[in-house]
């Protein structure tokens, strides 16, 4: 398949987009083995990161650290954080963790060294960290029994299950991911208590089955099903939850309830809290809820997908063939990769299956929504029988935006979407009516009057109907606002593959495409969707719209974040410095498109699919003192930066050698038209001379004299849309 992924798919709030864990994770745990104990950690309160937003996995942690971590996996986190005088002479009262390390010596969870200290700042090593946990678990008992410390608590560590998956060396210093998966595996270890007392004291396994969640942290953890959200149940586009309330199914053993076909027999209405559980309708999942108020308030703090229990299949729905409803269930055939593949793959769902369109259920014409025009179904088996029971579809309608009337909140399309409608309306103050959402393709809220023409907007609406006319209009609206383009001429165009190429990139069309009159040899602004496919041309455009002169490229550091910056020479004639957003396409040094992502340490690309070195940083990659076009973002960053291209070609046309220029006839030389619609950017001899930048017109010409000119966007008459003048005859000026 050939698939240009110029833009990344946002996640975006509603069901069919989940991460793996629904509170904001680390970037630096994600996609490891310790992304859900770091994260689920640091819903509940017990871990923390670093002010630059990531965790540190790979970093060590002190023994002061390592005791308020324990210290709030008991729930004391509050009682913690007050400074207390302490016993060891080495942690005084003003210590930031004397709290802390008062109350796990309190608790026997700590003794320090024997000679007074503690060791605060000192690193825990993996057999201090298991003996802390035993000791907070009441194992201490059993681990002196075992051969005491430390080979007794790593006995009792192994048996209880508190080292699966946390691997590490006695003596050595234990890693911060290390110990996230230790605490994490303790939280579900059954608390040993003492049932026996005097001379010869017995110690048994809490006979309730409490553990660190649910006696000390007040926490359900919970193997269920999200059944219902505020906006629908599994099997109605309509709910009767409350705003921001989940409904969750799951087994209890002290119920006599019958249980359902899933094999659930409880349910429970939690608050969504910071989490966005209302995003896993239909989804297993493991849920952490905490209970309130006696156990009358319940709000999930934690949240994640049930990964042992399900089987999932995410198709884009650029690769589905077909989809056929037979008698006993719904074939549905896909390409794995349409150009090298000779047969599509087959996949079953059930004949009723349950569909999450856009966040609601589908009740009716279920099939018809198994293949969106744009977008993607995760098909998912709950039951693992290799037959799909639950299907999620995303199916985006994509609106390039020709105005705003903020009057009757209304967002007016230059094209017509595949469902007829050519306009939006999102007025907040209709919210019992609808709901929506707006952000940007780096998930950045936005607002009606942020959008501006030109702007493309993929909507996903849980009916196709966002415009806000008549009876059967959405209910869900969610909305990412793009402005990633493309600009040049049509070289090839592939019927079979349903894909142009433009300046030599092939890019794939949307299915739901508007092209009018394109064809080969059409020159404009071809405009992109979520995946980098384009879904809208406009010819009469000029190529090169928005020119400027890139003077130099840099990085701007603050708080250990990197952010690109960029000296320009605007069309305007202002010299002004501009940021890069978070996402930036730009032709390199090599001719090479790129797409550019800022990260938090050093400004370096960060995704795999990038041309050339990855740890070389955008202001070494990007060629200066060109000519070039851009676009901004609603909040004036730079996306996209393209070398200007003179008449569809990379060459420059340099006039030095061609003789006399007639102003007066509107020509240069005997080829090309120069007149006061020329825009001219005058450059400088010394190019950090920034006061001495400007931009002109072609009427600063004169006769007789020569100039050193590149011209940019030539027309077939020869009239020149862009010069840059770098060198003038002494006589002019």
Request: net charge negative; hydrophobic share 35%; proline share 3%.
């Amino acid at each position: 398949m050939r698939n240009l992924k110029t833009v990344t798919a946002l996640l975006v709030v509603f069901t069919m987009m989940l991460g793996t864990v629904a509170f904001a994770a680390f970037e630096d745990v994600k996609g490891t083995n310790v992304e859900e104990s770091v994260t689920t950690l640091a819903a509940l309160g017990i871990i923390s990161g670093y002010e630059d937003g990531t965790f540190g996995p790979d970093r060590t942690i002190t023994r002061a650290e390592f005791a308020a971590v324990v210290t709030r996996a008991l729930g004391l986190g509050d009682s913690g954080a007050e400074k207390t005088p302490t016993k060891f002479s080495d942690v005084p009262e003003e210590h930031w963790a004397s709290g802390y390390v008062s109350l796990a010596s309190s608790m026997g969870i700590i003794v320090g060294h024997g000679d007074g200290t503690f060791g605060p700042d000192d690193e825990v090593t993996y057999e201090q960290a298991i003996k802390m946990l035993v000791c907070a678990l009441g194992y201490e008992p059993a681990a002196v029994a075992s051969g005491g410390y430390p080979t007794g608590y790593m006995v009792v560590a192994s048996q209880e299950r508190i080292t699966r998956g946390a691997t590490g060396t006695p003596g050595q210093p234990a890693l911060r991911g290390v110990v996230a998966q230790l605490t994490y595996n303790a939280l579900d270890v059954v608390l040993m208590i003492q049932t026996g007392f005097g001379r010869d004291p017995i110690y048994e396994k809490n006979p309730d089955g409490r553990t660190l969640l649910n006696d000390k942290l007040d926490v359900m953890k919970i193997y269920g099903k999200v059944t219902a959200n505020e906006y629908s149940t599994l099997t109605s586009p309509t709910s009767s939850s409350r705003e921001n309330e989940v409904t969750i199914s799951y087994y209890d053993e002290y119920s006599t309830a019958a249980v359902d076909d899933d094999g659930y027999n409880a349910k429970i209405v939690a608050n969504v809290g910071d989490t966005n559980a209302a995003d896993y309708l239909g989804y297993k999942v493991i849920a952490y809820v905490r209970e309130d108020n006696l156990g009358r308030d319940r709000t999930v703090v934690a949240i994640m997908e049930d990964k042992d229990e399900i089987d999932k299949l995410v198709i884009d729905a650029f690769n589905i063939e077909n989809v056929d409803e037979q008698t006993s269930r719904i074939v549905l055939e896909y390409w794995i990769d349409k150009e090298k593949d000779y047969d599509p793959e087959i996949v079953y769902i059930e004949t009723n299956p349950v569909v999450i369109y856009n966040g609601k259920a589908k009740t009716t014409k279920k099939v018809d929504a198994l293949q969106p025009s744009s977008g993607e179904l995760v098909l998912v088996d709950t039951n693992r029988d290799d037959i799909y029971d639950t299907v999620f579809v995303k199916e985006y309608e994509y609106y390039i935006v020709d105005y705003v009337d903020p009057v009757v909140h209304t967002i007016f399309a230059k094209n017509q979407t595949l469902s007829g409608y050519d306009s939006i309306e999102l007025d907040p103050d209709r919210y019992r009516e609808y709901k929506f959402n707006i952000q940007n393709v780096d998930g950045e809220p936005m607002e009606l009057e942020d959008i501006n023409e030109w702007d493309v907007l993929a909507v996903a609406a849980d009916r196709p109907n966002a415009s806000g006319v008549g009876t059967n209009r959405a209910e869900l609206i969610n909305i990412i606002v793009l402005n990633d383009t493309v600009e040049g001429e049509v070289t090839e165009y592939s019927e079979e593959y349903q894909e142009y190429s433009i300046n030599g990139q092939r890019y794939e069309i949307n299915a739901s495409a508007y092209l009018p009159g394109v064809e080969l040899g059409s020159e404009g602004v071809f405009f992109l969707d979520l995946d980098g496919r384009i879904v809208y041309a406009d010819t009469s455009m000029k190529v090169s719209r928005n020119y400027a002169f890139l003077i130099e490229t840099g990085l701007e550091t603050v708080f250990g974040s990197s952010t690109a910056q960029f000296r320009i020479l605007t069309a305007d004639g202002d010299v002004a410095i501009y940021s890069g957003a978070n996402t930036i396409r730009y032709t390199n040094s090599q001719g090479t498109e790129v797409t550019y992502r800022q990260s938090a340490s050093a400004g370096q690309k960060s995704h795999a699919d990038l041309v050339g070195d990855p740890n070389k940083d955008i202001s070494a990659d990007l060629q200066p003192g060109q000519l070039i076009t851009m676009r901004l973002n609603s909040a004036g960053e730079i996306t996209r930066i393209a070398s200007a291209r003179s008449n569809g070609t990379d060459a420059a046309f340099s006039i030095y050698d061609w003789g006399e220029m007639n102003y007066k006839n509107g020509y240069m030389g005997r080829r090309y038209v120069v007149d006061e619609n020329t825009i001219v950017f005058e450059i400088p001899e010394n190019e950090s001379d920034y006061e001495k930048y400007s931009v002109k017109d072609g009427s600063i010409f004169t006769d007789g004299a020569n100039y050193n000119v590149d011209l940019y966007d030539v027309a077939d008459d020869g009239r020149v849309a862009v010069m840059v003048l770098k060198e003038k005859d002494p006589s002019y000026g």
